[in-house]
T-cell receptor, first 112, second 115 residues
Framework: GESVGLHLPTLSVQEGDNSIINCAYS??????FIWYKQESGKGPQFIID?????DKRQGQRVTVLLNKTVKHLSLKIAATQPGDSAVYFC???????????FGTGTQLKVEL | DAGITQSPRYKITETGRQVTLMCHQT?????MFWYRQDLGHGLRLIYY???????DKGEVPDGYVVSRSKTENFPLTLESATRSQTSVYFC??????????????FGSGTQLSVL
C-alpha cells in the first residue's frame, strides 16, 4: 500500500526578516540545551547552547531563549539570509549524562 | 582540516548481508557516537564510546555492533541487515569529559539502503 511520509514543520520567512524557531523539550531534569543546523546532505552543525542557569544567550545573529517553567526553547535568527535555509534541531541533556535527546526538527525556508 | 569523516557516503545492500560503516576523526576526541536519522524520529543514538575499548548502548542498539580499538576510529557494523535499518547514519565526536554530549561534531553521514 501507499505510505504516507511525515513532514517536518516548516517556517517560511522573507530574507532580512527575523526567524523564530520553537522547541518544547521533554525532560524537566535536562540542564543543557543545544541548537543544531542541518543543511541538505550534511551532518548537523552546532549553532549555540545554553545552560539551565541562564534564560538567554546571544551569539552572532542568533539568540537562544530558555523558559524552564514551560519547558520551552526558542532560537531567534536575526536578519535571516538564504544561507540560513536548513533544518534546525533542538537537543537536550543532563550534564554528564550519556543521552542527548533531539527534537524532530523544523525546516526553515528563506524566501528572496 | 579533516575533522570527522564517514565512508561510504552511500551504500546499497541486501537483507541479511553484513555491512560496516566507517568513521574516522582527527581531533583525538575522547567520545564518539553513532546516530541514525529517520523522518519523524529525528536523531537516535545507537552506540557511543567514551574512549578506546569502551563502548555502551544507546537508545536503539539492536542489530548493530561497534568497536573502538583506536581512538580515531569507530566503525559500526550491521551484522545481518534488515529493511528497517534503511536510514541515514551519522557519526559524531566530542571532547567529552564530564560533558559527554556537549558540542557534538558530526560527519556528513552515510545513506544506507537495505533492499
Amino acid at each position: 500500500g501507499e505510505s504516507v511520509g511525515l513532514h517536518l514543520p516548516t517556517l517560511s520567512v522573507q530574507e532580512g526578516d527575523n526567524s523564530i524557531i520553537n522547541c518544547a523539550y521533554s525532560n524537566s531534569a535536562s540542564d543543557y540545551f543545544i541548537w543544531y543546523k542541518q543543511e541538505s546532505g550534511k551532518g548537523p552543525q552546532f549553532i549555540i547552547d545554553i545552560r539551565s542557569n541562564m534564560d538567554k544567550r546571544q551569539g552572532q545573529r542568533v539568540t537562544v531563549l530558555l523558559n524552564k517553567t514551560v519547558k520551552h526553547l526558542s532560537l531567534k535568527i536575526a536578519a535571516t539570509q538564504p544561507g540560513d535555509s536548513a533544518v534546525y534541531f533542538c537537543a537536550e541533556t543532563k550534564t554528564g549524562g550519556n543521552k542527548l535527546t533531539f527534537g524532530t526538527g523544523t525546516q526553515l525556508k528563506v524566501e528572496l | 582540516d579533516a575533522g570527522i569523516t564517514q565512508s561510504p557516503r552511500y551504500k546499497i545492500t541486501e537483507t541479511g548481508r553484513q555491512v560496516t560503516l566507517m568513521c574516522h576523526q582527527t581531533w583525538s576526541h575522547s567520545y564518539m557516537f553513532w546516530y541514525r536519522q529517520d523522518l519523524g524520529h529525528g536523531l537516535r543514538l545507537i552506540y557511543y564510546s567514551a574512549a578506546a575499548d569502551i563502548t555502551d548502548k544507546g537508545e536503539v542498539p539492536d542489530g548493530y555492533v561497534v568497536s573502538r580499538s583506536k581512538t580515531e576510529n569507530f566503525p559500526l557494523t550491521l551484522e545481518s541487515a534488515t529493511r528497517s535499518q534503511t536510514s541515514v547514519y551519522f557519526c559524531a565526536s566530542s571532547e567529552g569529559g564530564a560533558a559527554t554530549n556537549e558540542k557534538l561534531f558530526f560527519g556528513s553521514g552515510t545513506q544506507l539502503s537495505v533492499l
